[in-house]
T-cell receptor, first 116, second 111 residues
Framework: DTEVTQTPKHLVMGMTNKKSLKCEQH?????MYWYKQKAKKPPELMFV???????INESVPSRFSPECPNSSLLNLHLHALQPEDSALYLC???????????????FGEGSRLTVL | DAKTTQPPSMDCAEGRAANLPCNHS???????VYWYRQIHSQGPQYIIH???NNETNEMASLIITEDRKSSTLILPHATLRDTAVYYC????????????FGKGMKLTVNP
């Protein structure tokens, strides 16, 4: 299994809603990432988890709350979002550990979020 | 991360080789050159990476200049499905360092 699976593929939410994006991989990767991508722009890094611990937060607003409950799952909890947060949210994973870490990231297909 | 410079766009005829250039004049000795591509509405896809030697896999070849200040990704026989945005990225390997995307280059393969 070489896939990173993201759900839902599409999400529409109001500014007062609470929702979550989910990412799952079964490749034994111990680094997981969230990226945000606006239309016609490159992906922007949001968070990095390493061995289930948050290692990088790119000054993301607190209305985005990541969670890594185990080595296979990564969630992004959304609360009180703004219309400008509408974007494609991409999850990625990569192996860690000597001999395994080629630096390659495996990306999911993304969750397209629309905030009304 | 060291920055990279790519032309914003390039066209290529189907069946011909596509040579995608990238400049990375401030690359450090421990930084690798990575290439990813993103087909419309899909997640980015890893293509190839290298340190200083030329590399080849089933998708492409990577040619890195001797001074490592530039590289070229070669798609030997471009197809319509190769139309995508191609990102050249430099980063160290080890741990969970950031993978930071630049603006990339839009390759359009024409029939």
């Amino acid at each position: 299994d070489t896939e990173v699976t993201q759900t839902p593929k599409h999400l529409v939410m109001g500014m007062t809603n609470k929702k979550s994006l989910k990412c799952e991989q079964h490749m034994g990767h111990r680094a997981m990432y969230w990226y945000k991508q606006k239309a016609k722009k490159p992906p922007e890094l949001m968070f990095v988890y390493s061995y289930e611990k948050l290692s990088i937060n790119e000054s993301v607003p607190s209305r985005f709350s990541p969670e890594c409950p185990n080595s296979s799952l990564l969630n992004l909890h959304l609360h009180a979002l703004q219309p400008e947060d509408s974007a494609l949210y991409l999850c990625a994973s990569s192996p860690l550990g000597s001999g395994r870490n080629t630096g390659e990231l495996f990306f999911g297909e993304g969750s397209r979020l629309t905030v009304l | 991360d060291a920055k990279t410079t790519q032309p914003p766009s390039m066209d290529c005829a189907e069946g011909r080789a596509a040579n995608l250039p990238c400049n990375h004049s401030t690359i450090s000795g421990n930084e690798y050159v990575y290439w990813y591509r993103q087909i419309h509405s899909q997640g980015p896809q890893y293509i190839i990476h290298g340190l200083k030697n030329n590399e080849t896999n089933e998708m492409a070849s990577l040619i890195i200049t001797e001074d490592r200040k530039s590289s070229t990704l070669i798609l030997p026989h471009a197809t319509l499905r190769d139309t995508a945005v191609y990102y050249c990225i430099v980063r160290v390997v080890g741990g969970s360092e950031k993978l930071v995307f630049g603006k990339g280059m839009k390759l359009t393969v024409n029939p």
